[in-house]
C-alpha cells in the first residue's frame, strides 16, 4: 500500500506546532527565570520599603532612627579606603557627611547619637567624634585612666544619653555618656552591692520607657536590673541551670514592662523566655513554625516587641541537612513575628529575601519606631509598616520557593532541557524537508 503523499506535509504540520509550543513554552520559562532573577535589582517594594536607593550595596554598619522616627546610618562607600558616610533622611530630603578618617574596627561598632543642637556624634570605642555645623571634631573619650575597656558591641542610645558597658575592671561597670552641644560628660556607675559577692558577667542591654534594663549572669544565675536616674533597681531573676544553657542573645521589653530574652544558638532549653511583671513569673518558650518551614533550622539572632506585643525575631534560615554548612544549604535570611500563644510562640508572618524585599543578605538587629516602623538593615536600610494589626503579605509561598537557589536550578534545567529538545525537533524538520527535496 503507497503512503499518501499528504503524510510528510502533516508530518511537517506537527513538528511545526511542536516547535511552535516548545518555543512559546521556552520564552515563558525564560521569562519566569528572568523575572525571578531579577526582580530584586528593580526598586520594587514586597512588604518591606527600601529607605535609600541612592548607593549600590553597601555594608551599614550603625542605625539611629532618632525621636522624630528619622533615619541615621553610617554607610561604608568604599571599606578598603575607609571611606565612610554619615547620611540622615529628615523630612524626605537626604543630607550627608564625608568620614575619611575613621578605621573598620571603629565603622564596625560606632554608634549614632544626637546633640541637643541637633548635630551628629558617633562613639567610636576609644574616641568620639562631633560634627561642629562645619567639620568632624575627633576627641578621646572623657573617660578617667581606669576606664580602658568601653564596649562598643553594647551601647543603648536614648536621645542625647549613651550608656555602655566597662569590662576593664573586675566587675563590670556601666559608662553614661551625656551629649552636650560641644562636648560629652561621663559617669561611672557601678554594679549594686549585692552583685559583689560572685563575679557575674554581662549579657544584654537594652532601653526601656524610663531608663536601660541590663542583664548579668554567673554560673547560677541571671539576674535583670533597670538603671534610672536614681540608680539600679532589681526586677528579677531566674535560675541559670533550670532553662539556660547558653548566653542571652538579646532581649526586649514591651510598653507594660513585659520582659522577653532570646537564648544563643544550641541551647539545651527553650529558645525564648518571658516575664511576667504583673505575676512576677517567667514562662518558656519554642517558636512554632508552620508545617511548610519545619524542616528548616534556624540560628537567631535579635528581637524585638512592638505595640501589639508582636515578637519579631532575626534569623539565619538553613536547609534540613545543615551540618553540611554549604552555601547551597543557606535558604534566607529571616525575620519571623511571632505572638505568644497557650503553649509557645505561634508564627504570625514568616519574611525572608526570597518572599519580600528585605534586601540585607545579613540581618540585623530590629528597631521599632514610635510610629509603628519596623526598622532592620545589612546592605540596606528598610522599614515595613507594623502600626496595623494586619501585617504587610508576601509572595506566595510558591513563588518564593521558586525564586529559591534550588527552584532556580530547575527552571534553568527545564530551559535547558525545553532548548534540546526544540533543537532535535528542528533536526527532525530539515530532514522531513531534505527527504521530500530529493
Same mark, same amino acid.
Given at each position: 500500500?503507497?503512503?499518501?503523499?499528504?503524510?510528510?506535509?502533516?508530518?511537517?504540520?506537527?513538528?511545526?506546532?511542536?516547535?511552535?509550543?516548545?518555543?512559546?513554552?521556552?520564552?515563558?520559562?525564560?521569562?519566569?527565570?528572568?523575572?525571578?532573577?531579577?526582580?530584586r535589582?528593580?526598586?520594587?517594594?514586597?512588604?518591606?520599603?527600601?529607605?535609600?536607593?541612592?548607593?549600590?550595596?553597601?555594608?551599614?554598619?550603625?542605625?539611629?532612627?532618632?525621636?522624630?522616627?528619622?533615619?541615621?546610618?553610617?554607610?561604608?562607600?568604599?571599606?578598603?579606603?575607609?571611606?565612610?558616610?554619615?547620611?540622615?533622611i529628615?523630612?524626605?530630603?537626604?543630607?550627608?557627611?564625608?568620614?575619611?578618617?575613621?578605621?573598620?574596627?571603629?565603622?564596625?561598632?560606632?554608634?549614632?547619637?544626637?546633640?541637643?543642637?541637633?548635630?551628629?556624634?558617633?562613639?567610636?570605642?576609644?574616641?568620639?567624634?562631633?560634627?561642629?555645623?562645619?567639620?568632624?571634631?575627633?576627641?578621646?573619650?572623657?573617660?578617667?585612666?581606669?576606664?580602658?575597656?568601653?564596649?562598643?558591641?553594647?551601647?543603648?542610645?536614648?536621645?542625647?544619653?549613651?550608656?555602655?558597658?566597662?569590662?576593664?575592671?573586675?566587675?563590670?561597670?556601666?559608662?553614661?555618656?551625656?551629649?552636650?552641644?560641644?562636648?560629652?560628660?561621663?559617669?561611672?556607675?557601678?554594679?549594686?552591692?549585692?552583685?559583689? /559577692?560572685?563575679?557575674?558577667?554581662?549579657?544584654?542591654?537594652? +532601653?526601656?520607657?524610663?531608663? !536601660? *534594663?541590663?542583664?548579668?549572669? =554567673? $554560673?547560677?544565675?541571671?539576674?535583670?536590673y533597670?538603671?534610672?536616674?536614681?540608680?539600679f533597681?532589681?526586677?528579677?531573676?531566674?535560675?541559670?541551670?533550670?532553662?539556660?544553657? /547558653?548566653?542571652?542573645?538579646?532581649?526586649?521589653?514591651?510598653? +507594660?514592662?513585659?520582659?522577653? !530574652? *532570646?537564648?544563643?544558638?544550641? =541551647? $539545651?532549653?527553650?529558645?525564648?523566655?518571658?516575664?511576667?511583671?504583673?505575676?512576677?513569673?517567667?514562662?518558656?518558650?519554642?517558636?512554632?513554625?508552620?508545617?511548610?518551614?519545619?524542616?528548616?533550622?534556624?540560628?537567631?539572632?535579635?528581637?524585638?516587641?512592638?505595640?501589639?506585643d508582636?515578637?519579631?525575631?532575626?534569623?539565619?534560615?538553613?536547609?534540613?541537612?545543615?551540618?553540611?554548612?554549604?552555601?547551597?544549604?543557606?535558604?534566607?535570611?529571616?525575620?519571623?513575628?511571632?505572638?505568644?500563644?497557650?503553649?509557645?510562640?505561634?508564627?504570625?508572618?514568616?519574611?525572608?529575601?526570597?518572599?519580600s524585599?528585605l534586601?540585607?543578605?545579613?540581618?540585623?538587629?530590629?528597631?521599632?519606631?514610635?510610629?509603628?516602623?519596623?526598622w532592620?538593615?545589612?546592605?540596606?536600610?528598610?522599614?515595613?509598616?507594623?502600626?496595623?494589626?494586619?501585617?504587610?503579605?508576601?509572595?506566595?509561598?510558591w513563588?518564593?520557593?521558586?525564586?529559591?537557589?534550588n527552584?532556580?536550578?530547575?527552571?534553568?534545567?527545564?530551559?535547558?532541557?525545553?532548548?534540546?529538545?526544540?533543537i532535535?525537533?528542528?533536526?527532525?524538520?530539515?530532514?522531513?524537508?531534505?527527504?521530500?527535496?530529493?
Amino acid at each position: 500500500m503507497m503512503a499518501s503523499p499528504d503524510q510528510p506535509t502533516n508530518k511537517r504540520s506537527s513538528l511545526n506546532k511542536w516547535i511552535s509550543g516548545l518555543r512559546t513554552s521556552l520564552l515563558i520559562v525564560q521569562c519566569v527565570v528572568l523575572l525571578l532573577m531579577g526582580w530584586r535589582m528593580a526598586p520594587l517594594s514586597i512588604s518591606w520599603q527600601t529607605e535609600d536607593w541612592s548607593f549600590s550595596a553597601n555594608d551599614i554598619s550603625a542605625v539611629l532612627i532618632d525621636e522624630n522616627n528619622e533615619p541615621w546610618f553610617l554607610v561604608g562607600k568604599s571599606i578598603k579606603n575607609h571611606q565612610y558616610e554619615l547620611r540622615h533622611i529628615a523630612n524626605g530630603e537626604l543630607i550627608s557627611w564625608n568620614l575619611s578618617s575613621i578605621t573598620f574596627e571603629e565603622a564596625q561598632f560606632a554608634s549614632i547619637a544626637v546633640g541637643a543642637d541637633g548635630n551628629p556624634w558617633l562613639i567610636l570605642g576609644k574616641r568620639l567624634a562631633h560634627w561642629d555645623g562645619n567639620q568632624w571634631i575627633f576627641s578621646p573619650m572623657p573617660f578617667g585612666s581606669d576606664i580602658k575597656d568601653f564596649s562598643c558591641q553594647s551601647v543603648v542610645v536614648k536621645g542625647s544619653t549613651v550608656w555602655g558597658i566597662d569590662n576593664s575592671a573586675a566587675q563590670i561597670r556601666i559608662i553614661q555618656l551625656d551629649i552636650r552641644t560641644d562636648s560629652v560628660q561621663a559617669r561611672v556607675i557601678s554594679l549594686p552591692d549585692d552583685l559583689n /559577692s560572685s563575679p557575674f558577667s554581662f549579657d544584654c542591654i537594652v +532601653s526601656t520607657k524610663t531608663g !536601660v *534594663l541590663v542583664a548579668l549572669s =554567673n $554560673e547560677k544565675q541571671v539576674v535583670f536590673y533597670e538603671l534610672k536616674d536614681k540608680g539600679f533597681r532589681r526586677i528579677t531573676s531566674f535560675e541559670k541551670e533550670q532553662i539556660a544553657k /547558653s548566653f542571652i542573645n538579646d532581649m526586649a521589653v514591651n510598653s +507594660s514592662g513585659q520582659i522577653w !530574652v *532570646l537564648f544563643g544558638f544550641r =541551647n $539545651e532549653g527553650k529558645q525564648f523566655g518571658t516575664y511576667n511583671p504583673a505575676s512576677d513569673k517567667w514562662t518558656w518558650l519554642d517558636a512554632k513554625r508552620e508545617k511548610e518551614f519545619s524542616a528548616y533550622e534556624y540560628d537567631y539572632g535579635h528581637l524585638a516587641v512592638d505595640t501589639f506585643d508582636r515578637v519579631w525575631v532575626s534569623a539565619v534560615q538553613y536547609g534540613s541537612e545543615r551540618k553540611l554548612f554549604s552555601f547551597s544549604n543557606v535558604v534566607a535570611d529571616t525575620i519571623g513575628v511571632f505572638k505568644e500563644g497557650d503553649d509557645g510562640l505561634d508564627e504570625v508572618q514568616l519574611y525572608t529575601s526570597l518572599n519580600s524585599s528585605l534586601y540585607t543578605s545579613r540581618v540585623a538587629r530590629i528597631i521599632v519606631g514610635s510610629d509603628g516602623k519596623i526598622w532592620t538593615w545589612g546592605e540596606q536600610l528598610v522599614w515595613l509598616d507594623g502600626s496595623q494589626t494586619s501585617l504587610p503579605s508576601t509572595l506566595p509561598s510558591w513563588m518564593a520557593k521558586l525564586s529559591s537557589y534550588n527552584g532556580l536550578v530547575g527552571l534553568t534545567t527545564l530551559s535547558i532541557t525545553l532548548l534540546v529538545v526544540m533543537i532535535v525537533l528542528i533536526a527532525l524538520q530539515r530532514k522531513t524537508v531534505s527527504q521530500k527535496t530529493s
